[in-house]
């Protein structure tokens, strides 16, 4: 799921089709309320519940009310008690939960790296440098190894048809 996508701050109000596929807008209230948890907390919420459409499945036992529970007490997947005798927020099974956070923390750290957006890579200068403008040079050579010199021939149409404006 994009919710990986709602801490991206500073803005004030987020995208719900970024969170959801109906439209409309998230302010952080309304992250809150829809989740559970702020939104600089949703890669900690994904690390526990997991993602599926990113591909990584979260912790074992560990739900939306739960992960929403202990974090909104403890804010971050790193300030959780190791041990869950010492949480002080009443969360169903617990000791499972504390368990499994305990032996494949490593991992939730993981998945929390892997739902959290990088905003300090440089990927482009300007919108205008996504625009396509047809095939690389090395486009063919693609099209032979993978066996699909249709594909090649679809992308000279396309490039004659976007030249022909």
Known sequence: MARSLSPLGPWDVYPEAILNPSPGT???AGVLAK????PAAI???LSLVGDSADGYPGLPGWGARSAAAILQRYG???SIPPDYKSWDVPVRCAARLGQTL???RDLALLFKDLATLRTNVGVFESVQELEWRGPREDFGAVCR????????????IAQANLRAG
Do not use: C, I, K, N
């Open 35 to 38: 989740f559970g948890v702020l």
């Open 145 to 156: 190894l993978l066996d699909a010199p249709q594909l090649f021939e679809r992308a000279a």
């Open 76 to 78: 971050s997947l790193e």
């Open 43 to 45: 890669p900690d919420y």
């Open 102 to 104: 305990h032996t494949r």
């Open 26 to 28: 998230f302010d952080e």
